[in-house]
Structures are given as structure tokens and as C-alpha cells.
């Protein structure tokens, strides 16, 4: 086990998306943090944490399949939190 820190302070992580959006071409717009964080958190707590970078994967695939916009996207996720939204809470 590794003893570096694995938790990104905020600038860390722009920094991260800006490397992303570098090494894949893509726009301010094509990476929008904020909104994928909030998908991440409205399916931990809705659905289950592990639930949530899988969420997030299906929504980029789904974007990615009707078009890839940044309305695609908003949409896509939209929809996976809609869906979080209304998953049954399970009995612990």
C-alpha cells in the first residue's frame, strides 16, 4: 500500500480535468465537473456509493451514443439522476 495521499484538494482536480481535456482534445464544456460530482453524489446517496463511478460511466456512455454536446451530457445525467432520484431505499 502506497502511503501517498489519494484525496484531490479542488485545484488538484481542475488540474486533472485540464490533463484530461489536453490529452483527449476536449472543451471546457465536454468535462463538466461540477455536474458530475453532483451525479456522483445524488447516486452515493440514493443508490449505494459504489453505484456511483459506474453511474457516471454509463452517463458518458449514454451522452457519448446520442451525440456527445454538452446538452447530451446534461441530458444523460439528468436522466441517471432522475433515476437515483427514485431508487427504493434498502432495509440495513
Known amino acids: 500500500m502506497t502511503d501517498k495521499n489519494r484525496t484531490l484538494p479542488p485545484e488538484a482536480l481542475e488540474e486533472w480535468a485540464a490533463a ?3 490529452r483527449f482534445d476536449l472543451g ?6 461540477g455536474l458530475i460530482l453532483d451525479l456522483a453524489r445524488d447516486v452515493a446517496n440514493g443508490v ?4 456511483a463511478p459506474f453511474s457516471a460511466f454509463v452517463a458518458g456512455l449514454v451522452a457519448g451514443r446520442q451525440g ?7 441530458a444523460a445525467v439528468a436522466g441517471v439522476v432522475e433515476l437515483a432520484g427514485t431508487w427504493p431505499a434498502r432495509d440495513a
Open 20 to 22: 484530461l481535456r489536453e
Open 28 to 33: 471546457a464544456d465536454d468535462v463538466p465537473i
Open 48 to 51: 449505494a456509493r459504489p453505484a
Open 68 to 74: 456527445g454536446s454538452p446538452d447530451d451530457i446534461r
